[in-house]
């Protein structure tokens, strides 16, 4: 379950870095029409009808075609528009005084050292079972 969720939203955020919305996804059924319509009147297979919407082709198509403006404004993927995040930092000098505060605390300079570890040598750790 949590690699069906860690795939879907790579997805997403694949989609969404490319360009793809979801108005995009909705319009393919118009796509498929449209390219079907170029089938049966211009017998142009897909890869020349994509050539000829999205491709080196489409200037000449659409001089050529002006009949199917609005058809070519309902297919997906013609949006054009540029998204760029245009932030302003602004920086402002602002100073905080930090009053500086000296605290002297008495220590007892005294160490004792403390064996810790004397306590492994007097008793085994590993010892075998005892039965009583």
């Known amino acids: 379950m949590k690699s069906l969720f860690a795939i879907s939203f790579s997805l997403l955020v694949v989609f969404q870095s490319v360009g793809f919305g979801m108005q995009d996804i909705f319009l393919l059924g118009r796509?498929?029409?449209?390219?079907?319509?170029?089938?049966?009147?211009?017998?142009?297979?897909?890869?020349?009808?994509?050539?000829?919407?999205?491709?080196?082709?489409?200037?000449?198509?659409?001089?050529?075609?002006?009949?199917?403006?609005?058809?070519?404004?309902?297919?997906?993927?013609?949006?054009?528009?540029?998204?760029?995040?245009?932030?302003?930092?602004?920086?402002?000098?602002?100073?905080?005084?930090?009053?500086?505060v000296e605290i002297h605390a008495r220590q007892s300079h005294t160490f004792h050292y403390q064996n810790l570890y004397s306590s492994l040598e007097k008793f085994s750790i590993f010892q075998p079972p005892k039965f009583a």
């Open 31 to 100: 796509l498929v029409q449209h390219a079907e319509y170029h089938s049966e009147n211009y017998g142009d297979d897909f890869f020349t009808f994509v050539e000829k919407h999205y491709g080196s082709l489409k200037m000449e198509h659409q001089k050529n075609h002006n009949e199917e403006d609005e058809e070519h404004e309902e297919l997906p993927f013609q949006h054009i528009s540029c998204h760029h995040l245009s932030t302003d930092v602004v920086l402002v000098p602002f100073e905080i005084s930090i009053v500086k």
